[in-house]
C-alpha cells in the first residue's frame, strides 16, 4: 500500500481510527457506479478491482479510473482531463489524481469534501476519497443532465433550493403578529398573589 513503515504510539492509533471509518458496503456501491459509468465512453473496459480497502486503492492509485469518471460526466468534446495515460511513475499518477480533483472542484464539489492526493496515493485516509467520491456521484444524480449512469438511489439526494416568495401584504401581516418566542400572556391571571404594599408574612 503506502512506502513508509508501520506507525507506532499515537500515529497508530490515529491511523486505526481512520481505517476503521472505511465503508466495506460504500465500496461495492462506488464500484458499482465507477463500472457502470466509465463503461459508455467508449474505452476499454474498467477492470473489476479486488475487493477490500487496499484492492479499491490500488484499483484508483494510478489515477486513470477517476479521470475516466470524471470525463464520463461531461458532454463529448468537454472531458476536463485530455490525456489519460496509465504509467507505474509515482509522480505520473499522482499528477493524474490531482488532475481529477481539480476537475472534481470546477464539477461542483466543495473543496472541503475533496481528499487530498497522498489520501489515496499512500492509502492513508481511503474514508475520505470514498467520501469524495459518494459526493460527486451525488451530484452527478442532481445536475440531471442525463450523464449520470446508474441507479439514482445509489447515492444521497442534494438538497434542492426551495426559494418562497412572498407578497409585500404577506410580509406586513407578519410584522402584526407576536411570535411566541417572545412569551405568552395567555392563561395569567393574579390569583394567589398578595395585594402590593401588604408585608410577607414569615412564620
Not at 114 to 132: H, P, S, Y
Request: glycine share 10%.
Amino acid at each position: 500500500m503506502a512506502n513508509r513503515g508501520p506507525s507506532y504510539g499515537l500515529s497508530r492509533e490515529v491511523q486505526q481510527k481512520i481505517d476503521r471509518q472505511y465503508d466495506p458496503e460504500l465500496e461495492q456501491v462506488l464500484v458499482r457506479w465507477i463500472l457502470a459509468q466509465c463503461g459508455n465512453d467508449g474505452g476499454n473496459a474498467v477492470a473489476q478491482p479486488a475487493p477490500g480497502r487496499d484492492g479499491f486503492q490500488q484499483w484508483l492509485k494510478d489515477g486513470t479510473v477517476l479521470c475516466r469518471l470524471i470525463n464520463s460526466l461531461h458532454p463529448r468534446g468537454q472531458a476536463p482531463v485530455a490525456k489519460i495515460q496509465a504509467s507505474a511513475m509515482a509522480f505520473k499518477q499522482m499528477e493524474q489524481i490531482s488532475q481529477f480533483l481539480q476537475a472534481a472542484e470546477r464539477y461542483g464539489i466543495a473543496a472541503t469534501d475533496i481528499f487530498q492526493t497522498v489520501d489515496l496515493w499512500e492509502g492513508k485516509n481511503m474514508a475520505c476519497v470514498q467520501r469524495t467520491l459518494m459526493n460527486l456521484g451525488s451530484l452527478a444524480v442532481a445536475k440531471g443532465d442525463g450523464l449520470f449512469v446508474g441507479d439514482p438511489n445509489w447515492f444521497p439526494k442534494k438538497s434542492q433550493e426551495n426559494r418562497r416568495v412572498f407578497s409585500e401584504d404577506k410580509l406586513k401581516e407578519g410584522q402584526s403578529v407576536i411570535g411566541l418566542q417572545m412569551g405568552t400572556n395567555r392563561g395569567a391571571s393574579q390569583a394567589g398573589m398578595t395585594g402590593y404594599g401588604m408585608p410577607r408574612q414569615i412564620l
